[in-house]
């Protein structure tokens, strides 16, 4: 769905996270044996797995400015406290957070990649597109971090057309 190029650094993880549930077709990767190898889950981690990716799913809704009822980020402040980290020294003397434990664990990689994240300042351009059939995972790469939509050409033309249409039928715009 989404025409744009894969969020940066551990962001990547994350929106693929997301991405691994179309809402519109209604397909989970997680379902298959091969949707769970790339994220190196066994079937018995599935649920967590989903969890996790809501919880994701419902901080890049915030990111960009929705906040659908029902749900908080409360869920994945929640999840990410199972996912102690550690403060790391590398040979130059570089400073980072790593998974105190497990770092093989889903949890640990997406805990470590959102601390990066929030670190570098790119954890805010991490959303999920306003239309309510996708909330696709996009990285915002727009100047001033205002984009809405996973694709102009597919969701953000649909709101455009459903706009244009409601003026429409408002009196408030001219047919072409």
């Known amino acids: 769905m989404n025409d744009r190029p894969p969020a940066p650094g551990g962001l990547a993880l994350i929106e693929s996270l997301v991405n691994s549930r179309d809402i519109e077709t209604g397909t989970d990767l997680l379902a298959t044996a091969d949707g769970r190898a790339a994220f190196g889950l066994a079937e018995q981690d599935v649920p967590a797995a989903r969890a996790l990716r809501e919880a994701l799913r419902t901080a890049c809704l915030a990111h960009a400015g929705l906040h659908p009822r029902g749900r908080s980020t409360a869920t994945l402040d929640g999840l990410l406290a199972e996912a102690p980290l ?86 408030g715009g001219a047919p072409l």
Do not use: N, Q
Request: proline share 5%.
């Open 86 to 171: 550690r403060v790391a020294v590398g040979p130059a003397g570089e400073v980072a957070l790593r998974p105190a434990t497990a770092p093989e664990a889903l949890l640990s990689r997406v805990a470590e990649a959102v601390a990066a994240a929030f670190a570098d300042g790119t954890w805010s351009r991490l959303k999920a597109c306003e239309a309510t059939d996708c909330h696709w995972a996009f990285y915002d790469r727009s100047p001033a971090g205002r984009g809405r939509w996973c694709s102009m050409s597919v969701c953000g033309a649909r709101a455009k057309m459903r706009a244009y249409r409601a003026r429409l039928m408002d009196g």
